[in-house]
């Protein structure tokens, strides 16, 4: 009686074990869209050390490959500000990325992590770079971002989870009359959208 105590005990935890640290992998295991408000901090104002904060939007995409950690990976981000500067110079910055995310085996309970390396293009508008200034005519750069986050599931079969954070590392490389380097830190949050359930 014992020995059926215990197995039944052991499985019982074995299942209950199981079924947790999976859920939030089975709720982010296929195609998946995110649309996020984003917000940007970057150091690269025209002949001086301030910083400006675009703000705007980003859309990312991922689709897994096969059934391990790994999923391709794609971002398009875009954020304005003004009044850069002393001159009050305005930038549009929009970004587009592609690579590896990357979402470890373990969880935070409903909370699923993820990384990501992406590189990419990234293009600027707006009188910082139209006008006469040192960034004139730097209008596309390379681009990458380096960064994670954190999914909040709600179960296996939802359509959508919350985006709670993504925190990047995202490096430019216009011209700017100084170093020709823009370190920026960007910041979302939004909603996913889950493909392929019902």
Known sequence: MRT????LTIAAVSITAAAQSTLPHAAISGPELSLQYTYLRS?????????????????????PLRRGHF???????????????AHDHDLTLTTFTAGVRYRPSFSLGPLAPFGQVLVGGAHAAGNLVEGNTPATGS????????????DLTFGAESRFSLRAVEADY???LFHNGQNDHQNILRLSTGVTIHFGRR
């Open 43 to 63: 150091n690269a104002s025209v002949g001086q050390c301030g910083c400006f904060s675009p703000q705007g939007g980003s859309a990312s995409f991922a689709v």
């Open 4 to 7: 059926r105590f215990a197995l």
């Open 71 to 85: 999923s391709l990976a794609g971002d398009v981000t875009a954020g304005h500000s003004i009044k850069i500067a």
């Open 139 to 150: 209008s596309l750069a390379f681009a990458s971002n380096v960064g994670g986050g954190l």
């Open 170 to 172: 995202l490096v430019t």
